[in-house]
C-alpha cells in the first residue's frame, strides 16, 4: 500500500505562482520522496487525464529496481 505524503509549502507556493503567473496546472507523484511532478497548459481533457495517471502512477515513472 502506498502512502500519500503531503507536498511541501515551497512546492505548493511554486505551484501556485506557476498556476498563477503561466496558467499551467501541476499534478505530483504521490509516493513519498519521489519528486516526479508535471506541469501541462492549454491540453485536451483527455490529455490532462493522461499527464495525471502519469504523474500520479509512481509505477510508471519510477526504474524497475526501485519498486
Not at 7 to 18: E, K, L, M, P, Q
Given at each position: 500500500?502506498?502512502?500519500?505524503?503531503q507536498t511541501s509549502f515551497?512546492?505548493?507556493?511554486?505551484?501556485?505562482?506557476?498556476?498563477?503567473?503561466?496558467?499551467?496546472?501541476?499534478?505530483?507523484?504521490?509516493?513519498?520522496?519521489?519528486?516526479?511532478h508535471v506541469r501541462f497548459?492549454?491540453?485536451?481533457?483527455?490529455?490532462?487525464?493522461?499527464?495525471?495517471?502519469?504523474?500520479?502512477?509512481?509505477?510508471?515513472?519510477?526504474?524497475?529496481?526501485?519498486?
Amino acid at each position: 500500500m502506498e502512502q500519500i505524503t503531503q507536498t511541501s509549502f515551497g512546492a505548493r507556493v511554486a505551484d501556485f505562482f506557476a498556476l498563477i503567473f503561466t496558467r499551467t496546472d501541476t499534478r505530483r507523484c504521490p509516493y513519498p520522496g519521489c519528486a516526479v511532478h508535471v506541469r501541462f497548459r492549454a491540453v485536451s481533457p483527455q490529455e490532462a487525464q493522461r499527464l495525471t495517471e502519469l504523474a500520479v502512477d509512481h509505477a510508471r515513472h519510477v526504474k524497475p529496481t526501485e519498486r
